[in-house]
Every structure is written in structure tokens, then in C-alpha cells.
């Protein structure tokens, strides 16, 4: 339905059929000429598509959806922040609990509970992150950039 979150699926000539010798990898993405892309979208009302997340980033916290990109994106609004990442941290009621990993800008400075008031003003207060952890050094990340959050997700647990 329009305006609500829903995984993105696609279907079209330019599909593939399948992955290379990787029949698990398969029937996991293509389904009946469907390619699952595993990226969450919403349309709006003019039809316009909106990437939210991926799939595999949403957290659920006791039956609540938490997006980690926009968690990610309150923190980014903060000017001390200079990189951060959102991960579950398991919870034995509620599933997952939200947790962030935070690079600051040389020079800065902000504490844990500062920086979730800042959340706070932004975001519900079920997605405002429960634990905030800093480093020093850049954010683990793969040859092609992207975050490496099951790195991240271990300094929690």
C-alpha cells in the first residue's frame, strides 16, 4: 500500500534467472521471476519509489520496526558526529534494543547521554539508542565501503 514499508521486489526483462553454482543464494533472491533485492521501500502518492533500508538493517525492538538508516541519520545531525552505525544488540524480552557505534570529528567532544537526547529530539523514543559506544579510529568497512556491521554488532555482546 502506498506510504507504507514493504520489501522491494522486481520483475523484468533485464532480470536474471539465478546466481553461478550457488543454488541456496538462489532460491533465496529469485522466486517465481521475482528478483527479492532485500532493500525496503515505499512509494508516495505521485508513485515516486523511496529506498529506506535493507532488509537485513532493520531491527525489531519488542514489535517495533527500527530502521537503522534513520537512527544513523539523527546521529549524523549531530556536529560532533563524523561516522556512525546502528546494530541490534540482543535483548532477552524485546528481541534486539537499539545500539550505535560513533566516530567523532577531531576536536569534538559529546557524551553518550548527549548524544541520545539529540537522538531523542529526533526519533521515537523506542528507536533512541540504549547503548552508545565510541571509537577512535574509522568504522570497520569492506573494499567497497560499506560498514561492517556484524564487526560492530560483537562489541556489544
Keep these: 500500500p502506498q506510504g507504507e514499508v514493504g520489501e522491494l521486489?522486481?520483475?523484468?526483462?533485464?532480470?536474471?534467472?539465478?546466481?553461478?553454482?550457488r543454488p541456496d543464494a538462489t532460491a533465496e533472491t529469485f522466486r517465481e521471476g521475482w528478483v527479492v533485492?532485500?532493500?525496503l521501500a515505499r512509494l508516495d502518492e505521485e508513485g515516486f519509489l523511496y529506498l529506506?533500508?535493507?532488509?537485513?538493517?532493520?531491527?525489531?525492538?519488542?514489535?517495533e520496526n527500527v530502521y537503522c538508516i534513520e537512527v544513523e541519520n539523527a546521529l549524523y545531525e549531530h556536529p560532533a558526529v563524523m561516522d556512525a552505525a546502528v546494530v541490534g544488540i540482543p535483548h532477552k524480552v524485546l528481541g534486539e534494543e537499539?545500539?550505535?557505534?560513533?566516530?567523532?570529528k577531531p576536536g569534538m567532544q559529546v557524551s553518550e547521554d548527549e548524544l541520545r537526547a539529540h537522538a531523542a529530539g529526533h526519533l521515537a523514543?523506542?528507536?533512541?539508542?540504549?547503548?552508545?559506544?565510541?571509537?577512535?579510529?574509522?568504522?570497520?568497512?569492506?573494499?567497497?565501503?560499506?560498514?561492517?556491521k556484524p564487526v560492530l554488532r560483537e562489541k556489544f555482546v
Excluded at 9 to 19: A, D, F, L, T, V
Excluded at 52 to 63: E, P, Q, S
Excluded at 127 to 145: D, T
Design 9 to 21: 521486489w522486481c520483475k523484468g526483462p533485464m532480470n536474471c534467472k539465478s546466481y553461478w553454482n
Design 37 to 39: 533485492t532485500g532493500d
Design 52 to 63: 529506506v533500508d535493507r532488509a537485513k538493517d532493520m531491527l525489531i525492538r519488542g514489535g
Design 98 to 104: 537499539v545500539g550505535a557505534v560513533v566516530q567523532l
Design 125 to 148: 523514543a523506542f528507536k533512541v539508542p540504549v547503548k552508545i559506544l565510541f571509537m577512535s579510529e574509522p568504522l570497520p568497512r569492506n573494499a567497497n565501503g560499506k560498514i561492517l
